[in-house]
């Protein structure tokens, strides 16, 4: 219950493409759900965020989309860019709580 | 230096050497995690600090021993370890605010190697 599933493992998107990555959760009690972004060399940095009061949140190129009733929840990277080449980790909390549920991540290869 | 700093970047121990890892964080916040990052998994939480007293311990064999004698500074400290401990060993921390979302913001991590 503690689970989160993210696919696909890895991705190859074409400059100027839709990147979309998924998401799954179990635990209902989650009410938090940010997307990291990770670059070789560096760790995680927080890229965009959305409580399960909203459906859609939307920053720049990054989109997060959620349906609470199916408890998923996606990335979609619009134009995407080589520079957007990373590890994308989506995640899962509680409010107030210490323990973040991370997904396995998956590596987006955006060709020039 | 801002942020979260972690050293050394990378550690190479035979299973017999006792090593720490440090980290220290320069965003004034009170949480402070170990988290290990194996290719292909997700990110394991080890072990969380809140003000200076560990919250969160998730079944982290003892051969991981962590110390936070401050809100900025914690250690791991690893000593007989075994091959499958290699991994990439972030520290993270957050403002640790009880009713707050709590963005984590991540070190360069670790990389350590078990001969």
């Known amino acids: 219950q503690q689970q989160v599933k993210q696919s696909p493992q890895s991705l190859i998107v074409q400059k100027g493409g839709i990147s979309i990555i998924n998401c799954a959760y179990e635990?209902?009690?989650?009410?938090?759900f940010p997307w990291y972004q990770q670059f070789p060399g560096k760790g995680p940095a927080l890229l965009i965020a959305i409580r399960p009061d909203v459906s859609e949140k939307k920053e720049g190129r990054f989109t997060i989309s959620f349906n609470k009733s199916a408890k998923q929840f996606s990335l979609h990277i619009m134009d995407s860019q080589p520079g957007d080449s990373a590890t994308y980790f989506c995640a899962a909390s509680k409010t107030g709580g210490f323990k973040t549920i991370f997904g396995a991540g998956t590596r987006l290869f955006v060709k020039a | 230096e801002t942020g979260v700093t972690q050293t050394p970047r990378h550690l190479v121990m035979g299973m017999t050497n006792k090593k720490s890892l440090k980290c220290e964080q320069h965003l004034g916040h009170n949480a402070m995690y170990w988290y290990k990052q194996s290719a292909k998994k997700p990110l394991e939480l080890m072990f969380v600090?809140?003000?200076?007293?560990?919250?969160e311990n998730n079944s982290v064999p003892s051969r991981f021993s962590p110390e936070c004698p401050n809100s900025s500074h914690l250690f791991l400290h690893l000593h007989t370890l075994q091959p499958e401990d290699s991994a990439l060993y972030l520290c993270a921390s957050s403002m640790g605010l009880a009713g707050s979302t709590d963005t984590q913001y991540f070190g360069p991590g670790t990389r350590l190697t078990v001969l």
């Open positions: 600090y809140s003000l200076e007293e560990r919250v």
């Open positions: 635990n209902t009690a989650f009410d938090y």
